[in-house]
């Protein structure tokens, strides 16, 4: 079952902004916080590997695609974790 590109864009914009910038700085500063930012990666690589269900032909791709769009919102949250910091 392959799920329609505008889903997928959609929610893959609302991981990147939602997560990246609003809950991974608050949950990475916080001990509690980083298991549950691990998680929640895993399942996004998960969900993104679904997503690409019938467009990519290799699974090692796939694997390789869904990874990068899985980790992407954790850049963008150590990022704004960083500037956020005091004496930075």
């Avoid at 032909?57 to 992407?72: C, D």
């Amino acid at each position: 079952m392959a799920v329609p590109l505008w889903l997928a864009g959609g929610l893959t914009i609302v991981a990147f902004v939602g997560l990246g910038v609003f809950l991974y700085p608050l949950w990475l500063r916080r001990a509690p916080g980083r298991v549950l930012v691990a998680v929640v990666t895993v399942v996004l690589a998960m969900l993104f590997y679904w997503f690409d269900g019938g467009r990519t032909g290799e699974p090692a791709l796939r694997m390789a695609l869904a990874s990068l769009w899985a980790v992407a919102p954790l850049i963008v949250g150590l990022i704004v974790t960083r500037l956020g910091s005091p004496g930075t």
